[in-house]
């Protein structure tokens, strides 16, 4: 309520209680001399309240006709054959489609510089009010509003340099894209890749702002292609970004600056971001490796739930190496400060599931993650595990390797992508506090498999 309602609140009080029809007026309250002009923070009847602070402007979203309009509450889901992209939409209880495709690789809307590819993902947290698209390929990030206007098409890169972004978080205003990939030789800094790009998301155009996280990448000590022994360039390649109060917590893959080089890595971490001010601290997550993957924690906020893949130095599909340095972290971070709260870790027991790929925090404890098979001998198995016990649990499994996409939870449903041959659909399930119940599936696109679902 603002100060001249409550002043008029209050006036009403008083003079329904001296009263002017039937009321007994024999002991009358003397109002006293009060000044109607008299401007209201100069009263003094409101004390402190007239010096709160201006409440933050509402969230808005404008932009040009472009879509058909979404729901304001439900579901996205990426659907893909990697040459092509679609991206429908389903409502909120995740039991019916909205919209098939509500833009896809052959939509030409006015003000889209380039269609989107078959690189395409969708950022951790979606925009206030609408949606963003990430085109990996095309190095730009799109934003749409809910209504389906087009607030702005930005490239991330240059005709000369790939940026292979990976996620973008939009508050107030602003915007920050992570680039992947490091450019160190390029003369313009913001064209060096390995950090944070900054944004004006109301206009969708670079603001001349980067954090630039390229110091946390290094030499490290790994394996040629021969297996001798020689010292790697690590790149610190960010990757997700989950805002956490004022911070933003970045997870850094730090793997190598060449790719088809020598093999090696450095300690899995994550960057602390103070988003005001662009300054950040590196914070490793021991024993761990390849830590690009973060999301939120259910809860009050200040939880996030890292995945670390793993990395071998030998080659990539050792999956021995692999699980050496493979597993889960849940961290707290409060005024800056982060703290482990729980690491389990995939280990060289072979009891453990190697499930890390697609984690998502169901509470806590309870995490859904992927265990990849093996293509042309084995499924997928979507796992359920208790991060506090390493207690794990399969919950379903796909016909098909690499078929299980990445999750999202909405209320009390919970979308998981399938994009086997056999049956390419959504699993539905719905959580509890206790449980995980499968609950029919969906299916969105009649000609591309789902690949990724996110909730907005």
Request: glycine share 12%; with cysteine.
């Amino acid at each position: 309520m603002n100060p001249r309602s409550l002043l008029a609140l209050s006036l009403a009080a008083v003079l329904a209680a001296c009263g002017d029809d039937d009321g007994d007026t024999t002991d009358p309250i003397d109002m006293g001399a009060v000044d109607m002009e008299v401007p209201i923070a100069d009263i003094g009847l409101l004390g402190d309240m007239a010096e709160l602070p201006d409440m933050p402007p509402a969230p808005t979203c404008e932009g040009e006709d472009a879509l058909d309009p979404i729901p304001e509450s439900g579901f996205l889901v990426v659907s893909s054959d990697f040459s092509s992209t679609a991206v429908g939409v389903v409502d909120a209880d995740g039991s019916a489609v909205d919209t098939e495709r509500w833009i896809d690789s052959g939509t030409t809307a006015p003000g889209l510089v380039a269609a989107i590819s078959g690189d395409v993902v969708l950022p951790t947290t979606q925009p206030p009010l609408g949606a963003a698209i990430i085109d990996r390929s095309n190095d730009t990030v799109t934003r749409f509003c809910r209504s389906g206007a087009l607030v702005g098409q930005v490239r991330v890169g240059t005709d000369t340099v790939s940026a292979n972004p990976q996620d973008a978080l939009f508050i107030d205003g602003t915007g920050w894209v992570s680039r992947y990939e490091p450019h160190p030789g390029e003369s313009a800094p913001l064209d060096q890749g390995s950090d944070l790009l900054g944004l004006d998301s109301e206009a969708m155009e670079r603001d001349g702002t980067r954090v630039d996280l390229s110091e946390y990448g290094g030499t490290a000590s790994g394996l040629d292609s021969e297996g001798d022994a020689t010292d790697v360039t690590v790149a610190a390649r960010p990757q997700s970004i989950v805002q956490v109060g004022g911070h933003a917590v970045v997870g850094l893959d730090r793997l190598p600056a060449d790719f088809f080089g020598a093999r090696g890595h450095l300690p899995g971490a994550v960057a602390l971001v103070d988003l005001a001010s662009g300054e950040h601290e590196l914070h490793e997550i021991p024993g761990l490796a390849n830590c690009g993957s973060v999301s939120p924690v259910p809860g009050d906020g200040g939880q996030v739930l890292v995945a670390c893949g793993g990395y071998s130095n030998v080659a990539f599909g050792d999956t021995e190496g692999e699980r050496e340095n493979a597993g889960l972290a849940r961290l707290t971070v409060v005024a800056g400060d982060v703290t482990a709260e729980a690491i389990w870790r995939v280990g060289a027991d072979a009891a453990n599931r190697f499930a890390v790929r697609g984690a998502m925090a169901l509470d806590e404890d309870r995490v859904l993650a992927t265990v990849w098979g093996e293509f042309g001998v084995s499924g997928d198995e979507l796992v359920l595990i208790d991060l506090g016990t390493g207690d794990q649990e399969v919950v379903v499994s796909a016909t098909d390797a690499f078929s299980i996409g990445t999750p999202a939870r909405l209320g009390d449903v919970v979308l998981v992508p399938n994009a086997s041959t056999d049956a390419a659909n959504l699993w539905r399930f719905t959580v509890t506090a206790d449980d995980l119940t499968e609950d029919g599936t969906l299916a969105v696109d009649a000609a591309f498999p789902p690949r990724a679902v996110h909730a907005y």
